[in-house]
């Protein structure tokens, strides 16, 4: 397995920005893809951002094209989420995962960080 431990959560006007990092331990040599999702209260899990751990092909869900990018450090074991131009409809609980080679669900995850976004 994978352990991974969040952080950079917190508060942000609308406009503003944030970044997350995600420091990544254990089987990290075995890590397909990393991804972060998110969940507001009331709704379901959301996949934001993928990245590939070796390659760096990223994804993003249309909602936050163009705000938000999905970066990688392999020499720190790291994933980062810099978010810009943050919406109210960004504040969520945000979650690092990582789906291991040859496994088609994300079976490791963090504990979350919160982002508030305030309008």
């Known amino acids: 397995q994978v352990q991974l431990v969040e952080s950079g959560g917190g508060l942000a006007q609308a406009g503003g920005s944030l970044r997350l990092s995600c420091a990544a331990s254990?089987?990290?040599?075995?890590?397909?893809?990393m991804g972060w999702f998110r969940q507001a209260p009331g709704k379901e899990r959301e996949n934001v951002a993928t990245i590939t751990w070796r390659v760096g092909i990223t994804d993003y869900t249309d909602s936050v094209k163009g705000r938000f990018t999905i970066s990688r450090d392999n020499a720190k074991n790291t994933v980062y989420l810099q978010m810009n131009n943050l919406k109210p409809e960004d504040t969520a609980v945000y979650y690092c995962?990582?789906?291991?080679?040859?496994?088609?669900?994300?079976?490791?995850w963090g504990q979350g960080t919160q982002v508030t976004v305030s309008s």
């Open positions: 995962a990582a789906r291991l080679l040859r496994q088609s669900d994300f079976g490791s």
């Open positions: 254990g089987r990290t040599a075995s890590v397909g893809t």
